[in-house]
C-alpha cells in the first residue's frame, strides 16, 4: 500500500514538472512588456522582467542574475530602439543562449513594428542623444499597445502552437478590455486636448500626440543630457510667451530643474509613471495609464 501511495506521489511529481517545463520561459527587458506576455500567456508561459519599473529605462545595471536567467530562455522581448543598447547586447554575448539573439526564432524587438516618433533619416548619436534611432518610449501611446499584445500573441503561438486557442481568447479579451479604457481616458482628457505641455525627458512624446497634446518643449536640451541654465531661461521665456498646462517629470531624474521653472512660471509641475511598477499604483499596464490620467486631472 505504502509503495502504491509512493508511487502515485513519484508520478504526479513527475507529470508537475513536465508540466512546469512544457511552460515558455519568457524574458522581458521592462515591466510593462511582462505584463502584456502574463495578460496573453497566462499560465503557459513563465515571464521575468529584467530592468525595475522606477528606475530610468536607459541605464540599467545589468546583474549577474540576468546572464542565468538568459541562458534559459526560450524567448527575449526587447523594447528597442536602442532603449536597451547599454545593457542588454553584453549580457546576451556572455549568456551565450542561440535561441534568444537578435535574428532568431527566440528574439523579439517591439520598436520594429512601431511607426516610431523623430525617427531620423540617418542615425547619429551626436551630442550624446539616447534617442538615435528616433523615440524609443513608444508605449505609452495606447494604440501602440493595441499594436504590440497583437505582436506577443503572434510570437507566442510561433514558439508554441498548442495554446494557440487560449493565446488567441487572451489576447481578445484584453483588447476589448483596454479599447473600453482607451475611450475613458479620452474621454478623462479632453479638456487637454490642444494644450501646452513641457517635459523633462522625451517620455511623454507619443502619450501627448495620442491625447492631442502639445509639446511646447523639454528641460533636458537633447535627450540624455541634463539642462543647461542657458537652456532652463529659455524655456522659462518659451512658457511665459506661449503658456503651458503642466511641466511633466519622471520618477527618477533629478526633480530641481522643474521645480525652479515651476516656480518661475507658475505651470503645475506633475510627476507621472513610465512604466509598471514606477509607482505603487501601476501594479500593471492598465493602472501604469489610469494612474497617469488620474496625476494630469489631479
Ligand atoms: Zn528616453
Avoid at 506633475?270 to 511598477?277: C, E, M, N, S
Wanted: hydrophobic share 40%; charged share 25%.
Amino acid at each position: 500500500m505504502k509503495r502504491k501511495i509512493l508511487i502515485i506521489v513519484f508520478i504526479g511529481l513527475l507529470s508537475l514538472t513536465s508540466v512546469v517545463e512544457a511552460r515558455l520561459r519568457v524574458l522581458a527587458s521592462y515591466n510593462y512588456i511582462a505584463d502584456l506576455v502574463e495578460k496573453i500567456g497566462g499560465d503557459n508561459v513563465k515571464v521575468t522582467p529584467l530592468a525595475k519599473g522606477y528606475k530610468d529605462p536607459h541605464y540599467v545595471t545589468p546583474r549577474p542574475s540576468f546572464i542565468a536567467k538568459m541562458r534559459k530562455a526560450d524567448l527575449l522581448i526587447i523594447n528597442g530602439g536602442q532603449l536597451e543598447i547599454g545593457w542588454i547586447p553584453p549580457i546576451l554575448k556572455k549568456a551565450n543562449n542561440p535561441r534568444i539573439n537578435p535574428g532568431n526564432k527566440g528574439f523579439l524587438d517591439l520598436f520594429s513594428f512601431i511607426d516610431g516618433i523623430d525617427v531620423p533619416k540617418e542615425i547619429s548619436r551626436a551630442h550624446g542623444d539616447v534617442h538615435p534611432d528616433g523615440n524609443p518610449h513608444f508605449h505609452l501611446d495606447p494604440e501602440n499597445i493595441l499594436i504590440i499584445s497583437g505582436v506577443i500573441r503572434d510570437k507566442l503561438i510561433d514558439l508554441d502552437l498548442s495554446h494557440k486557442g487560449i493565446f488567441t481568447k487572451r489576447h481578445k479579451e484584453f483588447v476589448e478590455k483596454w479599447r473600453k479604457k482607451m475611450s475613458e481616458w479620452e474621454k478623462a482628457l479632453e479638456k487637454f486636448s490642444g494644450k501646452n505641455v513641457v517635459q523633462y525627458h522625451k517620455n511623454f512624446d507619443y502619450f501627448l500626440k495620442s491625447f492631442n497634446m502639445k509639446q511646447l518643449g523639454t528641460l533636458e536640451p537633447v535627450p540624455g543630457i541634463p539642462p543647461s541654465t542657458k537652456h532652463i531661461l529659455e524655456m522659462i521665456e518659451v512658457i511665459n510667451n506661449k503658456g503651458a498646462e503642466f511641466i511633466i517629470h519622471d520618477v527618477y531624474h533629478m526633480k530641481k530643474p522643474s521645480r525652479f521653472v515651476n516656480r518661475e512660471t507658475g505651470v503645475k509641475l506633475v510627476v507621472l509613471p513610465h512604466d509598471v511598477g514606477s509607482v505603487d499604483e501601476a501594479i500593471d499596464i492598465v493602472s501604469l495609464f489610469d494612474e497617469i490620467v488620474r496625476r494630469l486631472l489631479k
